[in-house]
């Protein structure tokens, strides 16, 4: 009951038409029982109910997998956003957060609401997106004396503000709710971060470079004759450097990835620990609602604090809506800020 209550409020959230959605969903599955069973799905015994749900997932029609998927995420993500459910299964769900006193580089920050409207910022360079390319770009700019400002359409979040329970933080951190994906023979989430740090911030820290046979592809395909391993091998060690790039250790994989190694084993297959930038990890599994400690090296805990403390601003709370250009060049861009949509 608890589960159902978190499910209603969960789709409600995201639109005030959402629960109406769902239900008509449930029509459908209400349908199904009828056709298979003479009855209502809500009638059926727990194993048919069960089995009834499971069968959409055989097969390889594409349609009756996307519907088993619509069935059943919201509820397992409604189910499991409750810490006794954790605790049951003896699940370390939440740790103390350490007091810091604030970084310099705070002063470096503006929320654009608290811009005037219609306020003009000048800058050398404006980095749009606080992500993996936009912070580097602007740390490495901003190192040579440029004026750089960066934009965010999110917020600066810090480890004591991650939540560590999926709908919260995925309302608070990922564009669209975590509602962005892409339907073909499977339906692909696409999770994207909206926040200081962008994707880094929700992902699972895995860093790996860019293989040789895409890079073969860009060069013959799009004429990018200059990204061969060796040409791009400098700037890789670089960043793999600042952001400690190493083999997941043991403490952080736990012992599933013992088990996934002797199931490789068993087949035949290569298998060897993920490259992660993340050298404290302590493994508590939350990467994807942000890292708690600050273990894992994203954006907005490496390359945005380094941008900003070489004298680079960042702005948040700024969606870019178009590129300002004259005379066939970039001189600028506009935006609308959270939440009033005043102009920038």
């Known amino acids: 009951a608890a589960a159902a209550d978190r499910l209603a409020r ?32 809500a009638a059926l015994d727990v194993e048919t109910r069960g089995a009834l749900i499971w069968s959409l997932h055989s097969g390889s029609d594409p349609v009756r997998r996307a519907l088993f998927l619509a069935f059943t995420y919201p509820v397992k993500i409604a189910y499991f ?4 459910v954790h605790q049951s299964l003896g699940c370390v769900w939440e740790k103390p957060v350490a007091a810091e006193k604030p970084a310099a580089w705070l002063r470096q920050i503006t929320a654009a609401r608290d811009l005037s409207p219609g306020e003009t910022l000048e800058c050398d360079v404006v980095v749009v997106g606080t992500g993996a390319g936009g912070a580097v770009v602007a740390k490495e700019l901003a190192e040579q004396g440029i004026a750089v400002l960066m934009v965010e359409e999110g917020e600066l979040h810090q480890r004591q503000d991650f939540t560590r329970r999926s709908i919260p933080a995925t ?7 975590g509602l962005t994906g892409v339907i073909g023979n499977s339906v692909i989430p696409i999770p994207l971060g909206r926040a200081v740090g962008g994707s ?13 046979w895409i890079l073969e592809n860009w060069r013959t395909e799009m ?19 600042t952001l400690e790039i190493a083999p997941s250790s043991k403490e952080a994989r736990g012992p599933v990835s013992d088990v996934i190694g002797q199931g490789a084993e068993a087949l035949g297959w290569s298998h060897f620990p993920v490259r992660r ?11 994807q609602w942000g890292c708690p400690t600050d273990a894992k090296k994203s954006m907005n805990v490496s390359y945005v604090p380094m941008a900003l403390s070489r004298g680079a601003q960042l702005v948040t709370g700024l969606t870019i809506t178009n590129v300002i250009v004259e005379n066939g060049r970039a001189v600028g861009v506009r935006g609308r800020a959270a939440p009033d949509g005043r102009r920038v």
């Open 223 to 241: 004429g990018l004759f200059e990204l061969t391993p060796d040409s791009l091998a400098p700037f890789y060690e670089k960043v793999e450097a």
């Open 200 to 212: 880094t911030v929700i992902n699972s820290g895995t860093c790996f470079r860019v293989p040789d």
């Open 10 to 41: 969960l789709l409600g959230s995201f639109d005030s038409r959402s629960v109406g959605h769902y239900g008509k969903l449930l029509g459908m599955l209400d349908a199904l029982a009828f056709t298979r069973h003479g009855r209502r799905f």
């Open 171 to 177: 309302q608070q951190l990922y564009r669209n709710a």
């Open 277 to 287: 930038n993340a050298p404290g990890c302590d493994g508590q599994g939350v990467c």
């Open 81 to 84: 956003d409750d810490l006794s």
